[in-house]
């Protein structure tokens, strides 16, 4: 199973760009990268996922090397709601019906005022 | 994003007492769903897996007949734990994923606290 690292925490200043890191240097060519937040005392929320292009939604950008060994996930004007814990996941199994997520220890963004 | 919802959000039982937890997919199919266990300033751990009309399939280490696990619609999943004892207090987080789609939808999760 491809495995992640992240960095334990990061700061942001409120309304800045926060880019969020991710390493997954043993994934495998059909394996997607999936980011997560979780808000204290909440169910994960799902932010965005990508194979090989770097994809955008209306919540973040993420940017995946070419390589595919690594990937950065970048809210583009944090908020102060932003604050959450950030999982980086490569899914297991990789088709569309099949795998698991297994959640690492994340990243911990803190915006701050 | 999908609608995945729980209930109870919150319950308190008293130890050997068992509990049932219930998952739904609100706005679309889930032929697979997770059970998720988190304790605090911990990580989820992927407790087990289940697809519709199936038995379950358990994360080593995780006790099936202390966790029974029923999926027996495409918009419903059940956790129940049996006889439970003070160490199951925890957040339970179920999640749902759709016939056609990748993506894993999460649940607001359930607290349990048993006494």
């Known amino acids: 199973d491809a495995k992640t690292t992240q960095p334990p925490s990061m700061d942001c200043a409120e309304g800045r760009a926060a880019n969020l890191p991710c390493n997954h240097s043993t994934i495998s060519g059909n394996e997607y990268v999936y980011w997560y937040r979780q808000i204290h005392s909440q169910g994960p929320q799902y932010i965005i996922h990508?194979?090989?292009n770097n994809e955008t939604n209306e919540m973040a950008s993420l940017i995946i090397t070419e390589d595919r060994k690594s990937s950065t996930l970048i809210l583009p004007h944090a908020t102060l709601r932003d604050t959450a814990v950030y999982y980086c996941?490569?899914?297991?199994?990789?088709?569309?019906?099949?795998?698991?997520?297994?959640f690492g220890q994340g990243t911990t963004l803190q915006v701050k005022p | 994003g999908a609608v995945v919802s729980q209930h109870p959000s919150r319950v308190i039982c008293k130890s050997g007492t068992s509990v049932k937890i219930e998952c739904r997919s609100l706005?679309?199919?889930?032929?697979?769903m997770f059970w998720y266990r988190q304790f605090p300033k911990q990580s989820l751990m992927l407790m087990a897996t289940s697809n519709e009309g199936s038995k379950a399939t358990y994360e080593q280490g995780v006790e099936k007949d202390k966790f029974l696990i029923n999926h027996a619609s495409l918009t419903l999943s059940t956790l129940t734990v049996t006889s439970a004892h003070p160490e199951d207090s925890s957040f339970y987080i179920c999640s749902a994923r759709g016939l056609v789609g990748e993506t894993q939808y999460f649940g607001p999760g359930t607290r349990l606290l048993v006494l």
């Open positions: 990508g194979l090989k």
């Open positions: 706005d679309f199919q889930a032929t697979t």
């Open positions: 996941i490569v899914r297991v199994g990789g088709s569309s019906n099949t795998g698991k997520l297994i």
